[in-house]
Structures are given as C-alpha cells and as structure tokens.
C-alpha cells in the first residue's frame, strides 16, 4: 500500500511525459491514418527481447506503416503498481503485458476479450487457459511458464548416483541429497524466498507427487480443500526442508531473481525448482553449466497414487486495454507479438520455451529435449489457479514457517480465509 501511494502521483505524471496515453485517433482495418501505439511491459528494455521487439515491430510495420509503436519498458517490481494506477485512472497505454494466472484474471475488467481477434492462433499458440477468465481470452501467450525440477548431473556422478536415473520417490530424493551433501558439500536445494516466491515455486514443482490426480483436478478447477492431508503435506514438507537443512542457508533473505539461480549454477546446490521462459531455466545454467549436466526431473512421488507431470501454464502474454481508441490495431499489435517469426527470435536469443508449439527446439539439449516432451501430457501449475492476493498471503505465510514463528495448521486456515474471499 505504501508503494501504491508513492507511485499514484509518479504516474499520473508519467502517463503524460512518457508516452503511456493510448492510440489517438480511431483505427480503421486498413490502418491509413497516422496513429501512435503505447505499449508497456518489462521486457522490451533487455537486451536478449531486443530481436524479439524489433521482429514484432517490423512485422506488424509491414500491415500497418503510418502506425508508430513505442515500447515503455517498466521496472518489474513496480510493474503491477504502476499498472493499477493506470487501470484507476482509466487510461494509460494500449497494450500491456501480463503473467498468467492471477494478476491478469484479477484485472480482466479492465481489458478487451480478444477472441474474435486470435482466433486464427488458437490452434498454433498454447497456454491460453493462464490468460483466461470466464470463458473468454484476454491475452496471447507469448512464453509458456512451467516449473521443472532441474538438478546438477555432475554432482550425482561426484556422490556416486546415477545421473540417468533420478530419483523417482521422495524417500529416494532425500537419500541421495544426503549423498550429494557428504560427498560435495552441496545443500539438496537452492531456495530463494525473500520475496516469497520461493513457495509458489515449491507448490507447483512438488505439487504433482503428493495430490492424486482428482485432487490436483480439483484444485485447478477452484474446488479447494485447504484441510485434505495431500494439501496439508505440501506445507509439511517445504517447513521440514527448511527444519532439516535441506535448503540453502538464508533462504528467507536469498532473492528468487536472481540470487538463488547462482547458488544452482555455481554448484552449491543439487537442484532447484526453475523456470522454463527466459530466465531461471536452461539457457542461464549453460553459462557454468555444460547442457549435458543440466538434468530435468518430475517431482517425487509422496504418496500413492499420484501422477507425477510438468507443471505449466502460458507465461506472459500481452493484452489489450479496453480503454484503448484503437482496439483492431492493438490487437493486431499483439498478433505480431505473437508471430511465428518474433516468437522464434525471442527463443533463439533469450532460449525462453515460447509458445509457439511450431518452433523446433530440438538442438537445445537434452533439458529443453525432456522440458518438451512432457508438455502434451502436463498439467497447469498448481500456484497460478490461486488470485494475487492469496499467493500474496502464501508468500508471507511461506516466509514464517520457514522462520518457526507459525505452524502448518495455522498458515493454511489463512489461506482458506483468503482463497475465499478470492
């Protein structure tokens, strides 16, 4: 809230300083006259989206020649704040880039459906569910977001394990990070939690080996028991993984973007729960990692009965503001952000899993090679059904059962409270 009131006053200038108003005039389908787009997001501004942006922006230049598109790229950490205070003030820029799950379904009233507008993508493009709310579109994906447990195949071949055969059960995983430990000194994960998104990571990663398949079902489709004993297990074992050592030291202090992606790759831990988009994943493990030591495992089974499966959902995809003067070419805007060639380029520089289910990535290595594999059969992730307030919550809840300062039981009352109320 403090955030919120600090940046209510910056925006309103900046909507008028920094080029954030929408298009200025009424588009027409054959885009004639000159008309100037605003999009913000926070990836235009890094130097592996640069390819991607200028692909996405000669694309659409090609349909629509007088239309001038600017690109405001925003801090992340500010991003959905300064985004509230547009949504507020009911204008600001035309297209706007979201994650899935949450943040945009929380928002959705303050974006145009873009259905009838992508529905040639539908079939090329996948993620869509993430950017869905009540039956209806409201972004197209651009990445898919997943969460795969990679783990480092040198250390298991320093402790004696097979690297070609992770562990298959959660029993079995705790074995052999003893191993690990006795034999490297490495911790059995690399947590980052000062943010708590650590939990979110946990849930997601863990998710699949502990719920049955109804249950995981269930939870997706908003039918919620905090009080079941898979639910109740999660949260046992992320506080017993803290209680046990099995993290990282200072996983509380340790930031998930991007300290705790250092602690895996620099050998200091056995695995980490990723990401497969464009930061956290592979393509940043190869820098200290050669590809053939990065592994990719499905989580261990917990209890009987459940099937373990790639958690993911669309990753960031951008929309379209209902307030925009322009709505046919803003969206056309996020059909070129989408495009085979921009999402090609944005994978080929940033190595981000896109989703464009046409790219081939079969000469990314043997990570990617598994990461794709299991796509088809994957499941969304467990912590993105849940709304921005309540991962809000998670997050510091995560923080104090790690500490010791609230017990299991406690944590998830609140967090039935606040799944509620939505």
């Known amino acids: 809230m403090k955030q919120r009131a600090l940046w209510s006053a910056l925006v309103v200038a900046a909507l008028a300083v920094a080029g954030c108003g929408s298009a200025t005039r009424t588009e027409s389908p054959s885009g ?7 999009v913000w997001d926070w990836k235009s501004g890094e130097p592996v989206a640069a390819a991607y942006i200028e692909q996405a922006k000669a694309d659409f230049a090609k349909r629509h020649p007088g239309v001038t598109v600017e690109f405001v790229a925003q801090p992340f950490d500010q991003y959905y704040t300064l985004l509230g205070t547009a949504i ?16 945009i379904r929380d928002r959705a009233d303050a974006l145009l459906p873009l259905d009838q507008y992508v529905a040639e993508d539908r079939s090329r493009l996948a993620g869509w569910d993430a950017f869905s709310k009540d039956g209806k579109v409201y972004a197209a994906p651009v990445t898919l977001q997943g969460h795969p447990i990679y783990y480092n195949k040198a250390l298991y071949e320093q402790a004696g394990l097979d690297p070609a055969a992770p562990p298959k059960t959660w029993s079995e995983f705790v074995s052999g990070c003893a191993a690990i430990k ?5 911790t059995c994960f690399a947590l980052g939690n000062k943010e708590g998104f650590g939990i979110q990571f946990f849930l997601s990663g863990l998710g699949s080996g502990v719920l049955t398949p109804q249950e995981y079902d269930d939870w997706i489709a908003g039918k919620r028991d905090w009080t079941s004993p898979g639910v109740k297990r999660i949260f046992e074992l992320w506080k017993d993984a803290g209680d046990k050592g099995l993290n990282n030291d200072g996983a509380n202090s340790t930031a998930m973007f991007s300290d705790v992606f250092r602690v ?46 790639l958690p993911y959902d669309g990753g960031i995809g951008y929309a379209v503001a ?18 085979t060639d921009a999402l090609t380029a944005f994978y080929g520089k940033a ?24 796509i088809k059969t994957g499941k969304p992730a467990l912590h993105v059904a849940l709304s921005s307030k309540t991962l809000d919550v998670m997050g510091r809840l995560s923080q104090q059962l790690l500490s010791g300062s609230t017990t299991v039981d406690k944590a998830l009352e609140q967090l039935a409270a606040s799944d509620r109320k939505g």
């Open 32 to 38: 004639g006259a000159q008309q100037k787009l605003v």
């Open 182 to 186: 006795k034999a490297t000194g490495a």
């Open 264 to 309: 895996f790759q620099t050998g200091k831990a056995a695995h980490i729960i990723g990401l497969m988009s464009d930061i956290g994943h592979w393509n940043d493990f190869k820098e200290f990692l050669p590809p053939d030591k990065i592994g990719v495992m499905q989580a261990p089974v917990v209890t009987d009965g459940a099937a373990p499966s």
């Open 351 to 374: 190595g981000a899993i896109a989703s464009d289910t046409t790219i081939d990535v079969s000469q990314a290595g043997p990570a990617v090679a598994t990461i794709a594999s299991e």
């Open 322 to 339: 209902k307030w925009t003067k322009a709505p046919y070419l803003a969206a056309d805007l996020v059909r070129s952000l989408t495009s």
């Open 88 to 103: 507020q003030a009911g204008k600001g820029p035309d297209v706007m880039l979201f994650n899935g799950g949450g943040q």
